[in-house]
Protein backbone atom coordinates (compact mmCIF):
# COMPACT_ATOMS: atom_id res chain seq x y z
CA UNK A 1 0.00 0.00 0.00
CA UNK A 2 1.18 3.56 -0.82
CA UNK A 3 3.37 4.56 2.31
CA UNK A 4 2.55 1.73 4.67
CA UNK A 5 5.39 0.17 6.20
CA UNK A 6 3.30 -2.95 7.22
CA UNK A 7 2.39 -3.75 3.67
CA UNK A 8 2.88 -7.55 2.53
CA UNK A 9 0.88 -6.75 -1.00
CA UNK A 10 3.95 -6.92 -3.53
CA UNK A 11 6.09 -9.10 -1.68
CA UNK A 12 7.87 -11.59 -3.43
CA UNK A 13 4.86 -14.84 -3.52
CA UNK A 14 7.94 -16.55 -1.67
CA UNK A 15 8.00 -14.51 0.68
CA UNK A 16 4.27 -14.10 1.56
CA UNK A 17 1.88 -15.89 -0.22
CA UNK A 18 -0.63 -13.62 -2.65
CA UNK A 19 -3.97 -14.05 -0.91
CA UNK A 20 -2.06 -14.10 2.45
CA UNK A 21 -0.89 -10.46 1.61
CA UNK A 22 -4.26 -9.44 0.41
CA UNK A 23 -6.10 -10.52 3.48
CA UNK A 24 -3.44 -9.41 5.91
CA UNK A 25 -3.28 -6.10 4.44
CA UNK A 26 -7.36 -6.11 4.21
CA UNK A 27 -7.25 -6.74 8.06
CA UNK A 28 -4.93 -3.41 8.80
CA UNK A 29 -6.82 -1.53 7.04
CA UNK A 30 -10.58 -2.61 8.20
CA UNK A 31 -8.69 -2.08 11.54
CA UNK A 32 -7.75 1.27 10.63
CA UNK A 33 -11.39 2.60 9.46
CA UNK A 34 -13.19 1.09 12.72
CA UNK A 35 -9.92 3.71 14.62
CA UNK A 36 -11.25 6.03 12.32
CA UNK A 37 -14.71 6.40 12.52
CA UNK A 38 -14.16 6.27 16.12
CA UNK A 39 -12.35 9.48 16.45
CA UNK A 40 -15.02 10.93 13.84
CA UNK A 41 -17.35 10.12 16.80
CA UNK A 42 -15.26 11.21 19.40
CA UNK A 43 -14.80 14.79 17.62
CA UNK A 44 -18.31 14.90 17.24
CA UNK A 45 -19.43 14.04 20.73
CA UNK A 46 -16.28 16.73 22.09
CA UNK A 47 -17.62 19.40 19.74
CA UNK A 48 -14.62 19.90 18.10
CA UNK A 49 -15.35 18.20 14.34
CA UNK A 50 -15.34 21.49 12.43
CA UNK A 51 -11.61 22.26 13.89
CA UNK A 52 -10.61 19.25 13.04
CA UNK A 53 -12.27 18.99 9.08
CA UNK A 54 -8.70 19.32 7.42
CA UNK A 55 -7.37 16.75 9.28
CA UNK A 56 -10.51 14.51 8.76
CA UNK A 57 -10.25 14.70 5.51
CA UNK A 58 -6.78 13.97 4.98
CA UNK A 59 -7.09 10.66 6.94
CA UNK A 60 -10.17 10.01 5.06
CA UNK A 61 -8.49 10.30 1.07
CA UNK A 62 -5.19 8.34 2.63
CA UNK A 63 -8.08 5.29 3.89
CA UNK A 64 -9.55 5.82 0.58
CA UNK A 65 -6.63 5.52 -1.33
CA UNK A 66 -5.07 2.12 0.47
CA UNK A 67 -8.64 0.95 0.41
CA UNK A 68 -8.86 1.18 -3.54
CA UNK A 69 -5.31 -0.30 -3.78
CA UNK A 70 -6.55 -3.59 -1.41
CA UNK A 71 -9.82 -3.68 -3.63
CA UNK A 72 -7.72 -3.93 -6.62
CA UNK A 73 -5.44 -6.51 -5.60
CA UNK A 74 -8.05 -8.29 -4.42
CA UNK A 75 -9.80 -8.42 -7.38
CA UNK A 76 -6.62 -9.78 -8.51
CA UNK A 77 -5.57 -12.06 -6.31
CA UNK A 78 -8.53 -13.22 -4.06
CA UNK A 79 -8.83 -13.92 -0.81
CA UNK A 80 -7.89 -17.24 1.72
CA UNK A 81 -10.90 -19.07 1.92
CA UNK A 82 -10.60 -18.96 6.04
CA UNK A 83 -10.73 -15.04 5.47
CA UNK A 84 -13.23 -13.15 8.34
CA UNK A 85 -14.52 -10.94 5.14
CA UNK A 86 -15.01 -10.71 1.95
CA UNK A 87 -14.04 -8.49 -1.09
CA UNK A 88 -17.64 -7.59 -0.75
CA UNK A 89 -17.49 -6.33 3.07
CA UNK A 90 -14.01 -4.57 1.62
CA UNK A 91 -15.74 -2.65 -1.53
CA UNK A 92 -18.81 -1.78 1.06
CA UNK A 93 -16.55 -0.51 3.40
CA UNK A 94 -14.52 1.38 0.86
CA UNK A 95 -17.76 2.94 -0.97
CA UNK A 96 -19.14 4.24 2.90
CA UNK A 97 -15.51 5.94 3.03
CA UNK A 98 -16.49 7.31 -0.68
CA UNK A 99 -20.13 8.47 0.55
CA UNK A 100 -18.26 10.38 3.79
CA UNK A 101 -15.83 12.32 1.40
CA UNK A 102 -18.36 13.09 -0.94
CA UNK A 103 -20.86 14.43 1.88
CA UNK A 104 -18.69 15.61 4.47
CA UNK A 105 -15.88 17.26 1.91
CA UNK A 106 -17.50 17.16 -1.43
CA UNK A 107 -19.08 20.13 -3.13
CA UNK A 108 -22.13 22.17 -1.71
CA UNK A 109 -24.98 23.89 -3.76
CA UNK A 110 -25.11 27.92 -3.75
CA UNK A 111 -27.43 28.95 -1.54
CA UNK A 112 -29.56 30.55 -4.30
CA UNK A 113 -29.21 27.01 -6.12
CA UNK A 114 -30.63 25.37 -3.10
CA UNK A 115 -33.46 27.68 -2.62
CA UNK A 116 -34.51 26.95 -6.44
CA UNK A 117 -34.50 23.23 -5.88
CA UNK A 118 -36.80 23.37 -2.81
CA UNK A 119 -39.08 25.86 -4.87
CA UNK A 120 -39.25 22.84 -7.69
CA UNK A 121 -40.50 20.58 -5.17
CA UNK A 122 -42.72 22.88 -3.41
CA UNK A 123 -46.14 21.42 -4.53
CA UNK A 124 -48.38 24.08 -2.21
CA UNK A 125 -47.60 26.37 -5.40
Known amino acids: MP ?6 IGRS ?6 QLAVA ?6 LTRVDRF ?3 EESALEKDIYESTRQRHRVA ?4 IAVGEFIVLHGKQIGLPTWAKFTLGDIESTLESLHVTFRCEHGPKNHVTTDSLIRGMFDVAK
Request: no cysteine.
Open 13 to 18: QEEVPG
Open 24 to 29: HDAEMW
Open 60 to 63: LVQL
Open 3 to 8: GEASTW
Open 37 to 39: RAE
